[in-house]
Nanobody, 116 residues
Framework: QVQLVESGGGLVQPGGSLRLSCAAS????????MSWYRQAPGKERELVAT????????TYVNSGKGRFIISRDNAKNMVYLQMNSLKPEDTAVYYC?????????WGKGTLVTVSS
């Protein structure tokens, strides 16, 4: 079955960096686009970035543009989110997401806290 397992979250000071990882299994990873979402306390879950199946195209929503980089390694079934110049408002649980046909699959998330 599909499994998505995020890791790499933690406490970081404003201006710092973190690299999140998502390990995928249970499907042919190289055939599907992958996304990162986040959910801040008291807010709706929102899209952060998406990468196409071969990694040739990436898209970012406004909050991450210029600071976040999504990438993938199809040989390792991994997708990453490099987050730079982190701000307190980036504090959230970050989730990896797969859209497989008409169904969405989510990991359990990894908590990122940006605070001094």
């Amino acid at each position: 079955q599909v499994q998505l397992v995020e890791s790499g979250g933690g406490l970081v000071q404003p201006g710092g960096s973190l690299r999140l990882s998502c390990a995928a299994s249970g499907f042919t990873f190289s055939r599907y686009a992958m996304s990162w979402y986040r959910q801040a306390p008291g807010k709706e879950r929102e899209l952060v970035a998406t990468i196409t199946s071969a990694g040739g195209t990436t898209t970012y929503v406004n909050s991450g543009k210029g600071r976040f980089i999504i990438s993938r390694d199809n040989a390792k079934n991994m997708v990453y989110l490099q987050m730079n110049s982190l701000k307190p408002e980036d504090t959230a649980v970050y989730y990896c997401k797969l859209r497989l046909l008409t169904e969405d699959y989510w990991g359990k998330g990894t908590l990122v806290t940006v605070s001094s």
